[in-house]
Structures are given as C-alpha cells and as structure tokens.
C-alpha cells in the first residue's frame, strides 16, 4: 500500500481553466467575459458607508479574524467531490443491506444528550441560553436516533443516517479528527434473533472498509458484559465498572504499564486488582480463545459474563458464515468510550503495512466504531419501554484524511493563472508532477503528465492517471 | 394547479412491510426473525441502572422531553426521499451553469456574521462561551461564502452550496418556515461584464421553478441604487436609508398605509417624504416602466438611480434573449431585508392559481431571493479589496412544503400493521385513498389503489399513480 505525505505528489485532478486554475465562472448557456472594474463605482461608496456603519463596534473599521472556528475547516470544490464518492459508496452499501435515510436537526435539547455520553459530556457544544429552550449542538447520531424511535414509537427500523457531528475534542487535523465531522450511521431497531443484526453490522464494515480499499484493516470485537464479567471476578466494585472501563479503552494509545498506574492511582483500584484485570485485558483471538475463557474457571462462574462469552461464540459463528472471521479479533482491551452500549461493542482500525515508504505516516486511529445499546431508547420512552438497537458508523473523515494524503493534489488559486508560473511553483515547492488538462486533453479523454524535474510530458488515458502517478512515485 | 390541505389525500407511497407499515428491518444478505424478548435479560439491567445513575440530575428518574427543539423537525424517510429528489433537481441545474460545490463549517466565529444582517443579526444562534473561541450558527450560506473568497484569496468563482442554515425566527411550520433549514445556494464571483452573471442568476431561478412545476411564479426584481435614488429624491436622509428599506420591504405583507404610518410613526420620516415615496414604490412593470423612470425629472438627476436604471434596462434586455421576461416584474415594493445587497436584488414568489379548491392553502411567500453584494468580500479582505458577486438561494424547504401538501401522504409507524386496521384509520380520519404495494404489486410494478369509501380497487401502474390521485381528487 502506497502512503504519500504532503507534496510528496501533485497531480492536479479537476479540469479547470484554459489550463490549469479554479473553476471558471463561464459554462452553462452564458458566456461571461471581463470587463467592468471592481471597487466603488459611482455613488456606491456610499452603500459601503452604510454597511460597514451598521456592523458597529466588531465592524468599526478593524476587518474580522480571518479564519474558520478551531477544529473546523472549509471544503473547496476538490473536497467535496472527492467527499461525495466517498459518501455514496457508504450510502450504496447501507442501501444494499436495506436501510432508510431519516433526518434529524443539528440542535437537541440539552437534557437529551444529559448523561449518554460519560466523561466526554463535556465536549457537548451548548447554545448560549437567549430564551425558550437549552440547546445543545448533537455530538453523534446515536442519541438523536434513539431520541426519535421513542418520540415515534417506533420499535422496528433500519435506518441510515449521514450528517455532521460537532465535538470540542481537542482537534488533530493532520490525523483527520475535527470538532465538526461527518457520521454515517447505519442501525437496526428491533427485537429479532440474537447476534444476527450485530453481524450485520460488522458486515457492513467489512464491506466498505474493503470496497474503499484503504489496506488492510482488522475490527476488534470485545462485549461489555464480558468486561463487566472480568470487572466483577477481579473484584472491582461495580460503582467502578464505568470509570474502570474508560481507562481499559486507552490500552490502544498507552501500554499497559500506564494504564495499570491510572488504574491504582487516578482510580483508585489495588494493585492486585489491576494486575488481575490486566491478566485479561491483554488477551486477543478468535473462537479459541473464547473456549478457553468460558472455561476460565472465574469467568465461567459469573453469568453475566458467560451470556457474553456466549454471544460473543454464537457471533464469530455468524461471522465465520459471512467469511469474515480473518478480519475479526476478539480482542478484551477493546472498551469504547460512551456509557450507552450494552453489549456487543467493535471498533475497526487501519494496519499500516510493515514495508512502509512514507516520510509522515497518516495514524488515523479508528475508521469505524459501533456496538449495541438496548437501553437507550427507554431512557427516552416515558413509560421505559425499551426498543434493542446495534448499529455502527463509519469515520468518513478519517477515511477521508487517508486519501486524501495519499495521493495529495493541489492547484493555485488563481485566474487564469500562467502554466510557466505554475511550473515555477512546482520546482520552488519540489511537487514532482503537473496533470495538464487543456481543450485538446479534454477531446482526447487524456491529462498530460509533466515530470517537473525532467520536463518530460506524456499523455495518459484519465482513468489510468491514478494508477500512473503511483507507480512513478514508487520508490 | 391542484392544492391539497392536510389528509385531503393520502397515497401510501413507499413500499414497506409485508403490506403497508413501516420498512422492516430485513433485506440484504441476513434475513432477521424476531424472538429475542426485549427488556433486561439476566443481569442486563445492572448496567441500566449505571446508565441512568450516569445520568445525573436530568436522568434522575425523569425522562426528558421528548420533543425536537422549536421551529426544527425529524424527517422520516418518505420525507428525506423527496427532499434528496428535489435537492438532486437542484444541484443538476446548478452544475449545468457550470458550478462548483464548497462546504464551510455550520460554525463561524460570531465577528464574522457581526454587522452583516441589519435587524436580523438579533436572529443569530449564539454559542455558550465554553472558553475558547465566541462561535455563532451561520444564519445564511452569503456570509461564509464572502469569507472563503477573502481568507483564501479567491477572485473569480462559481459556486453552489447545498446546506442547512439557522435563524432565531419566529417559525411558521405550516408555511414552511423553521429555524433549521435548508438553503440551495448559488453564486457567482469576479468582474465581468454588467449584468451578465446578474441574468444567469434570474435564469437559473426560472429553469428551478419550472422544471419542479411548482405552478405559476413571479420573479420580482429591483435594485438597491434605485430605491436609495428614490430615497434621496423624496428628502430622506442618507443616514435613514436602511431603516426606511427595512420598512418598504415590508409591502408584500402589509398594505401601503400601514407601511405609511410606520415610516411615520416609528421610523420619523415627514408624511409627504412618505407619500412621495410611496408614490414610486407602488410601481412595477418591465421596460416601458424603466424608460418612464429613465424620464422622471427628479429620479434622472440621480446618480445612483440612474445608474441603476441603466443596468435595470441592460438585465431587461438579456432577460428578453433568455424569452424569461414573462415571469420577470420590476417592483419598486422590493427592498430585501439584508444590508450586503448593493446592486440587483430579486425574490420569486408563487402564485395562487384563481380558481382555488383548497380547504387549507399553502401560503408559503417567497421561493427563492438573491442579489448583487460587491462589497462583502471586501468587508473580510485585510487590505478591503472587493470582489463583485452576485447570487441566489433557493427556498427549497418552502417548496418541499408545497409538494408535501399537494399530495400528502402518510403511513402508520407500526410493525407489520394488519391490512384492516389501516383502512379502518383511512375511515376515520377522512383519507379518501389507500395505496397498497404488497409482493404481487411489486413484482407487476403496479400500486392497488383503493376507493376508501367505495372499497373500490384497482391497479395502477407505479408511474401514474400521483396523476391518478390528482386526477380523482380534482373537484
């Protein structure tokens, strides 16, 4: 698999100028042309005036910080179409598996999104209160989606959602995490025949992960009864399950030894107690290692997490059907953040291949999450009446980062900009290839490839110009 | 045109249970059974009750509110379907003029929208002061459009911008009116020759509101220049021009004496600077009204007015080569609430057909609006440079309001809901029609129509099925 890492290659994707350049406002059945100047014609100075007076004191002469919110980022045109294959290649496979589209709003009451989310509560962005309702921008689509099977009463959906998110997560651009992102969201409502809507769901991501072909991924598959199992024989009280749980979820970005000092310090569990769960948490396999743990003798004795384990064995059983099971680890580390899930958790995360070429590395963590949460919408429901739910949602910005870097094009943002200019830029900055698109090369279907050092140009069939651009930048 | 109210008719539009009700959670490659009971199984309901003691105060036994915030909704999926066809309607005709799409963040720093809005501003969703950034919702797609251009230097584009917007409004939810919607955006960045990209924006609003025949329309078009010409020419002062727009604006609702008395009133204008301008802003009609205008003794010795006049009688002309300027009126009544317009401003409007057999019409105002704001950009720019645009938004949550309304339709949220029991709710409320897809009707591409009053069924095939409903339900 082939990573690039910013300007380690240029190709410049969209036809755009005469040449090169941003889109041209020309097309459609109007011809525009240039030539009425810019700036304050006659009297309209005056409409000037007027508008910069009534911006008041943050207007009153001082321009505004020119930039969007931390965390958040504009789309030009490129984005978004490269975004929008992305999204409906998501779309087609939850539509393939049967699901609808609902809609919610980007606001909820505050009090819906109270108490779901544990320690990352906080990173709720809330409304200032300027009368009527509290109001809080959603933080996923879960909350929302449950918040609208009980408001409906519906006890039987598969839905799709695809939608912005906002969190006031401390944001890791170059990694792809943005306090405002896009979720895609697929979940089954319903009560129906155990584990099979679960393997759906990890079908789902086996099908989009392989279809995107981003290399090779594994989705780690952990239940949060077997680890409240594991919680209960190690002897950890069970005001502690939750908290204990969060600091099991850092074993992917910390080793062990720091998360056991959380454990004892920050947690306050004992020693022993933390070794002992640490014992477990380590451990990762398939259906053998799910024997051996329902004849763990502790394990074995505590019914909650044999109903896990138990699940969990039917699960790879279902998935093995699927021919799946080589991308599926169970793996005891895996936790999940968000107090909502009930059982089933999964969290799918990218390899990066062990012969890698690349100057920065894209760690871009989990691309997609999920797991089952049968509680949620009776938390809604006024009598508690419960409606079992599993679902996951794919990280398409994360997604989105990766091919994005790997094969990173960018083109000046300039009119009409000079091609000796842009080959000038290309040298200066060390992009290694132009794609040239002028009226010929869009006749003959081709992009013409320039070797910016060599100055060499050749002509290359479009659909092949992806393909060209990476094996001339193997090394 | 045919107007339905609410339960006027009812078609069952969606394929979904075995019969009727709502799409069930099957398809795709696992077939799912129920038979897993809901509610807690084993120690299940121990993490329940961690959940809800996470909960804290609000989850405290109390289920929250369970509703959408004011003035927003949920859209199910029959609603998404029509709303992504006519989004799809949209876009098309967008891209064959030649643009393309951005994306900029829901977020902007609250500077940013700051003296942009005139009397709106007070309309603007603010965010809780969370340390960090003062953040604010973005109440139109303009803004954020004018701050790309400045932040990344970009002097000559055509964009669209298809996404949600928010305002503090006092919602009309039966008009379409929420305080969450969408807005189709489409503009076009640069100099160029006079209005040319000012034509192509009526253009584009036309080929929309005919190709969603959404019945007849008027498109409303006037300018800035003129209407501040006519202010000057009836004495007001340059410093009363803005309030004094904000009242004339107010002419589509109100009638002219009551616009009269508030510029009297609130606004301290002399009541024969009020009657002289309501002289001028009770006119409307094409170019032989332009070249009236042109002639008046007082309005021609107006800069502004001229100039504006001038490019008035330009548009007209390119409007005539486009055969549009039978749906195109020039209203001196035209103002446009916003303060960034300076030049063109238009608003289409549709029209209540004569003969109107609708128990409950749909008064929805305006459909679409725009116009000429070459100094926005220049209000972000560091070093004040302009950039003209001109552009246009299309109202597409109004217009889904109509569509909904003409031919409503709904289905039970109920799971595998017994044939007998829909129709008996067809009785009740008055639905006249039932339209039935089981597997029979799938495979024969047909919908069972069903006479609720007659009993009366018969097959239609899918494609005729809304003329059908019209055609029966017409008076």
Redesign the interface.
């Known amino acids: 698999m082939l990573r690039l890492g910013p300007l380690a290659a240029a190709g410049r994707l969209l036809p755009a100028g005469p040449r090169l350049g ?18 304050p ?4 100075g ?3 005036r ?3 007076a ?3 004191s ?2 009153g002469g001082r ?8 965390g ?6 490129a ?3 490269l ?2 294959r992305l999204l409906a290649a998501v779309v087609t496979c939850f539509k ?3 699901a ?13 999104l ?3 989310y ?1 320690e990352d509560t906080k990173l709720i ?6 009368g ?2 509290l ?1 809080a ?1 959603r933080y996923d689509l879960t909350v929302p989606f449950a ?2 099977l ?10 799709y959602h695809v939608a ?1 998110v ?1 969190r ?1 997560d401390n944001p890791a651009t170059t990694r792809g995490r943005y ?2 992102f896009y979720q895609c969201d697929f979940d ?7 584990m ?2 679960d ?2 769901c990890l ?1 789902i991501v086996h099908e989009i992960l392989s279809d995107l072909q981003l290399g090779d991924f594994i989705i780690k598959v952990n239940d ?2 077997i680890l ?1 199992g594991v919680f209960a024989v190690c002897g950890i009280p ?1 005001s502690k ?2 908290t204990t749980c969060s600091t099991v979820d850092k074993l992917d970005k910390m080793p062990w030894e720091e998360v056991r000092s959380e454990m004892v310090g920050e947690k306050g569990l004992s020693p022993e107690a933390a070794d002992h769960i640490g014992e477990y948490v380590q451990l990762h396999g398939g259906l053998d290692l799910i024997e051996q743990l329902l004849q763990d003798p502790k394990l074995s004795q505590n ?2 997490a044999k ?1 896990g384990l138990g699940d969990m064995k039917l699960l790879f059983e279902y998935l093995t059907l ?1 021919g799946i099971t080589g991308k599926i680890s169970f793996d005891l580390s895996l936790a999940r953040g968000l ?2 899930y ?1 059982g089933v958790i999964f969290e799918a995360v990218l390899l990066q291949p062990e012969n890698d070429h690349v100057e920065e590395p894209v760690s871009v963590g989990s691309v997609a999450g999920g797991g089952r949460y ?3 919408v ?5 009598k ?5 739910c599993v679902g996951v949602s794919i990280g398409i910005e994360r997604i989105f980062s990766i091919l994005e870097q790997r094969v990173k094009a960018e083109m000046l ?1 300039k ?1 009409d900009p000079k091609l000796l200019k842009q080959l000038q830029y290309c040298e200066d900055t060390g992009i290694p290839f132009a794609a040239i698109i002028g009226e010929q090369e869009l006749t003959d279907g081709v992009v013409k490839l320039r070797d910016v050092a060599t100055r060499e140009e050749v002509d290359i069939p479009r659909e092949k110009l992806v393909d060209e651009i990476r094996r001339r930048l193997e090394p």
Chains 1, 2 share one sequence.
């Open positions: 941003p889109p041209r406002p020309s097309g459609g059945r109007v011809r525009l042309s240039r030539s009425r100047p810019p700036g014609v006659g009297d309209r005056l409409l000037a007027q508008v910069r009534a911006a008041g943050a207007g321009s505004p910080a020119l930039k969007t919110p931390k958040t980022r504009d789309h030009p045109p984005h978004v179409a975004r929008d393939r598996h049967g609808a589209a609902i809609d919610t709003p980007v606001l909820e009451l505050r009090e819906t109270t108490g779901k544990g962005y809330e409304l200032q209160d300027q009527g309702e109001l921008l918040r609208y009980a408001m409906n009463k519906v006890t039987n959906m598969k839905r912005k906002y006031r306090r405002e089954i409502a319903g009560q129906f025949d155990p099979i809507p393997a759906e079908k949060r009864r409240n069970e399950f939750i019914k909650l109903e699927f107090d909502y009930t049968d509680e949620l009776g938390m809604f429901d006024p508690g009446r419960k409606v079992p943002y009119k």
